[in-house]
Structure formats: structure tokens, C-alpha cells
T-cell receptor, first 112, second 114 residues
């Protein structure tokens, strides 16, 4: 089941630069998308979300972009900080179901 | 800030034994979930629970699994006869209502089946 895919298992970015994490989906029934951040030995922490009726949502240093025609979303973090080092999961949701469908995650490392 | 809590943080059990994983969702939330993550794999949905009944379950959630909300605060996942492949992190999550899509996760219980 590859309905949500994060093709980059890892990403390394210099502190202060922009981090861009990507996510693709195949199910056109998805109408809400979320990004979660996860530290080792902790549960996923909700970061930011976007509805399919929007193409951008911003919250401080975090911006999520949605391209519905390409079935692609991305998370931009700017400027990147060392505390942003974590695994980032993209998740998708459809109103007809109640479950989140997760991608495989991307491990982001911010280098000082 | 309210948070989802889970106990125990780590459970070790012998194959064939029953385990109960416990969760206390955020107090005004109405929808409850269990997910699991096998080491190195995706976070996978197991079951959703609303109004004291299962609203959706995955193919993983077979007859060996059950969920219960025994009182007004706890939400439990029971595995009747554990198998080696049940070893995983189990996450409980909750959300306020149907129109609000953000689910909030607990810290997880690491289940190790020997």
C-alpha cells in the first residue's frame, strides 16, 4: 500500500538554510494533509496541515504547499534550526474514512 | 497543554500471552485511534473508535485484537495471544470531533514479543 510516499529517506541541511521535504500521494479521495514530526522514543507531534481547497498554509517557520494536479505536497522550514532535526511524516486523510495514511518518513538533519 | 498518555512505555511478553496497552486520550476528544509502527516501517492504522464502538479497522486488526473504553478516560488495546510479529511501537491518538482532522498522538508503548 503506497498511497502516500516520501521518496527521500533522509535530508541534510545547513542551519539557517531552507529545508524542503516532499510527499506524493496517489489516492484522489484524500482531502486533508498533515505533517508530523517525530523524535526517537516519542510519538508523532502534529506540525501543520492543509485542506485540499487551499494550496498553501503557513505557520511561523513552517509552510506547506499543495499541488493537487500533481498530487504532491511539500513542507518548507525556513530558517532551519538544530532542533528541527527529527523524522518528518506526511499523512493524508479523507472525510469518508477516519484514518490517517502515513508516508515512510524523511529523517531531517540540521547541521550547525 | 493537554496530551495523550500511554502506559506502559515498554512491555515485554512471551509469545501467546495476552497484553493490554493503555491510553488516556485528551479529555474533550471524542475519536480515538490505535496505530502501530514496526521497526523501520510506516506508521499503520489499526482501528478507530467513536461513541463506544469501532468505526473502522484495518486488515491487521483481526480477532486477536480488541479495543475498549472501560470508563470515561481510558482507552485500551488488547492483544489476546501475541505473536512475534506483533512486536512494534503502538501509538494511541485522539481528536476532538469529526470535522477536526488533526489527531494527537501519545508517546507510544514499545511491545516486545519473545
Amino acid at each position: 500500500d503506497q498511497q502516500v510516499k516520501q521518496n527521500s529517506p533522509s535530508l541534510s541541511v545547513q542551519e539557517g538554510r531552507i529545508s524542503i521535504l516532499n510527499c506524493d500521494y496517489t489516492n484522489s479521495m484524500f482531502d486533508y494533509f498533515l505533517w508530523y514530526k517525530k523524535y526517537p522514543a516519542e510519538g508523532p507531534t502534529f506540525l501543520i496541515s492543509i485542506s485540499s481547497i487551499k494550496d498553501k498554509n503557513e505557520d511561523g517557520r513552517f509552510t506547506v504547499f499543495l499541488n493537487k494536479s500533481a498530487k504532491h505536497l511539500s513542507l518548507h522550514i525556513v530558517p532551519s534550526q538544530p532542533g528541527d532535526s527529527a523524522v518528518y511524516f506526511c499523512a493524508a486523510f479523507s472525510q469518508g474514512a477516519q484514518k490517517l495514511v502515513f508516508g515512510q518518513g524523511t529523517r531531517l538533519t540540521i547541521n550547525p | 497543554e493537554p496530551e495523550v498518555t500511554q502506559t506502559p512505555s515498554h512491555q515485554v511478553t512471551q509469545m501467546g500471552q495476552e497484553v493490554i496497552l493503555r491510553c488516556v486520550p485528551i479529555s474533550n476528544h471524542l475519536y480515538f485511534y490505535w496505530y502501530r509502527q514496526i521497526l523501520g516501517q510506516k506508521v499503520e492504522f489499526l482501528v478507530s473508535f467513536y461513541n463506544n464502538e469501532i468505526s473502522e479497522k484495518s486488515e491487521i486488526f483481526d480477532d486477536q485484537f480488541s479495543v475498549e473504553r472501560p470508563d470515561g478516560s481510558n482507552f485500551t488495546l488488547k492483544i489476546r495471544s501475541t505473536k512475534l510479529e506483533d512486536s512494534a511501537m503502538y501509538f494511541c491518538a485522539s481528536k476532538t470531533d469529526r470535522m477536526y482532522n488533526e489527531q494527537f498522538f501519545g508517546p507510544g508503548t514499545r511491545l516486545t514479543v519473545l
